[in-house]
C-alpha cells in the first residue's frame, strides 16, 4: 500500500497537494492544503487539478493558503536586496585609517589585495 495520497479525480494519479471541502450551507468550496489525513466527505487534489478548480455558479470559492509555503518575494524584499549588494559591493575609505591596509591596499611584493581576490604581478613586470 502506497504512502502517499494520491488525486481523487477519476483517471488523475498523481499526488495529491491540497484537500477540497463542500460548505453545503453556505455554498462556498474551501481549498487548502493537504489535510493530516483523508476525510471520507473531502476530496485530494494534486497541483493541475487545485490550480484549475472551478465552483457552480452561485458558488463561491476560497482558497486557503499554507503559511509554511514560501511566498514569492516582494518589490520591496528585491528592492532591499538590491541595496544591500550595492552596499556590499561599494569601496570602503578604510585604506586612508588603517593606514594603507584596506580592502585594494598595495602591498609588498606587488601583491594587490581585494577584499577576499588578490592580484598577483607577473615576474616579466
Given amino acids: 500500500m502506497s504512502l502517499v495520497r494520491r488525486c481523487s479525480r477519476t483517471a488523475c494519479g498523481r499526488p495529491a497537494v491540497a ?17 493530516t489525513y483523508a476525510e471520507p466527505h473531502c476530496y485530494d487534489l494534486c497541483a493541475e487539478h487545485s490550480e484549475r478548480l472551478t465552483a457552480p455558479r452561485g458558488w ?12 514569492r518575494p516582494s518589490g520591496d524584499d528585491l528592492e532591499a536586496l538590491a541595496n544591500a549588494v550595492r552596499e556590499a559591493a ?36
Avoid: F, K, M, N
Avoid at 463561491?60 to 511566498?71: F, I, K, Q
Fill in 60 to 71: 463561491e470559492v476560497v482558497r486557503l493558503t499554507d503559511g509554511s509555503a514560501p511566498s
Fill in 19 to 35: 484537500t477540497l471541502t463542500y460548505v453545503y450551507a453556505d455554498s462556498t468550496a474551501v481549498l487548502g492544503p493537504l489535510a
Fill in 90 to 125: 561599494r569601496p570602503h575609505d578604510r585604506a586612508a585609517e588603517a593606514g594603507g591596509s584596506g580592502p585594494s591596499a598595495q602591498r609588498p611584493g606587488g601583491e594587490t589585495r581585494r577584499g577576499h581576490l588578490r592580484v598577483l604581478r607577473s615576474p616579466d613586470s
